[in-house]
């Protein structure tokens, strides 16, 4: 079993950044594919960024490619998401997400264990 922690979301205003952060604990957490979702009310929970359990292939969502970085820190038990240029549009609330057979996908339906989300509220 993992557990996972988010935090580091807050109220931005447009243009701003923010730095996600999600620690696993429980089992092996270095095997895992790691990702990020979001979502708002009434919408469905949409794919934002994934790596790999090796940490060498990373996935976007067309939305935030080229703000939006996803990174791990095996050492620390901890993923990463540091958000860029944020805009309304990426008000939601996000939640990260782990795979325990490594695959890194954008399918929600392919992870496992999820965190209980974070709010990013970006003012405009």
């Known amino acids: 079993q993992v557990q996972l922690v988010e935090s580091g979301g807050g109220l931005v205003q447009a243009g701003g950044s923010l730095r996600l952060s999600c620690v696993a604990s429980?089992?092996?957490?270095?095997?895992?594919?790691m990702a990020w979702f979001r979502q708002n009310p009434g919408k469905e929970r949409e794919f934002v960024a994934a790596?790999?359990?090796?940490?060498?292939?990373?996935y976007y969502a067309d939305s935030v490619k080229g703000r939006f970085t996803i990174s791990r820190d095996s050492a620390k038990n901890t993923m990463y998401l540091q958000m860029n240029s944020l805009n309304y549009e990426d008000t939601a609330v996000y939640y990260c997400?782990?795979?325990?057979?490594?695959?890194?996908?954008?399918?929600?339906?392919?992870?496992?264990?999820w965190g209980q989300g974070t709010q990013v509220t970006v003012s405009s």
């Open positions: 790596l790999s359990w090796k940490g060498d292939s990373t």
């Open positions: 997400a782990a795979d325990r057979l490594g695959r890194g996908t954008t399918r929600r339906y392919e992870y496992q264990y």
């Open positions: 429980g089992r092996t957490f270095s095997t895992y594919a």
